[in-house]
Each structure stands twice: as structure tokens, then as C-alpha cells.
């Protein structure tokens, strides 16, 4: 059974960084296979953050609600992993994190969920002011 596991989500100021990281239970290198962070706020709707492709591109959510250069998604083959490091956090980063996958025929990093066959649990981030 394929799982994915969200680490590194917890409390900061206003302006500070976290690096989330989603471990993959299977190669994450198998066919054309694509990873991506989406977050759900309180009583707000799941949105994409960012997705990356396994042979290295990358999305990044156009929403307003996003900050051009605040977030980077980047991967590491080599331990399943995909990382999600984000700067200059504001309280309206405040959210659960979840990791998605699909591991084979991904020919676009997706942000949308529906692309999607597997999720983690989440992690919490909460930005305080």
C-alpha cells in the first residue's frame, strides 16, 4: 500500500521560513510520476501550492493568495521525497498541508487535486502575527 508521510509543519511568526517534507513509501521515479503540496484553511476550500514533475518541473499555484518566490518545491529521487520550503510566512499561510502523488503517466505537474490518486495525512502550519 502506497503512503505518503508530511513532516516538518508547526508554529511561526510573521516572516519566518518551515520546510515541509512528503516521504513517498515507493520509488518516486517511476514513469513520469509527479508530487505536489496542496493546504486547506479553516473553512476555506483545498487549493494547490505547488507541484513538481519527477524529472524536475515545476508549478506553482497562480492564486492571489500567493506571494511570487515565497514557496520552492523541489525533490530528492534518491530518498522518495518531495520538500516544500517556505519563506516569509504570513498568517494567512496558516493551513494543513497535504502531500499528493501519482506515480505513473503524470505528463504535467498538476496543481489541481483531481490529477491526483494519493494524499498524506497533513501537517499542520500555523503563522501567527
Known amino acids: 500500500q502506497v503512503q505518503l508521510v508530511e513532516s516538518g509543519g508547526g508554529s511561526v511568526q510573521t516572516g519566518g521560513s518551515l520546510s515541509l517534507s512528503c516521504r513517498a513509501s515507493?520509488?518516486?521515479?517511476?514513469?513520469?510520476?509527479?508530487m505536489a503540496w496542496f493546504r486547506r484553511a479553516l473553512g476555506k476550500e483545498r487549493e494547490g501550492v505547488a507541484a513538481?514533475?519527477?524529472?524536475?518541473?515545476?508549478?506553482?499555484?497562480t492564486s492571489a493568495n500567493f506571494v511570487k518566490g515565497r514557496f520552492k518545491i523541489s525533490a530528492d529521487n534518491a530518498k522518495n521525497t518531495v520538500a516544500l520550503q517556505m519563506n516569509n510566512l504570513e498568517p494567512e499561510d496558516t493551513a494543513m498541508y497535504f502531500c499528493a502523488a501519482k506515480f505513473v503517466n503524470c505528463y504535467r505537474a498538476s496543481t489541481s487535486p483531481t490529477d491526483y490518486d494519493y494524499w498524506g495525512q497533513g501537517t499542520q502550519v500555523t503563522v501567527s502575527s
Open positions: 513538481i514533475r519527477t524529472e524536475g518541473t515545476t508549478t506553482y499555484s
Open positions: 515507493i520509488n518516486i521515479t517511476s514513469r513520469f510520476g509527479c
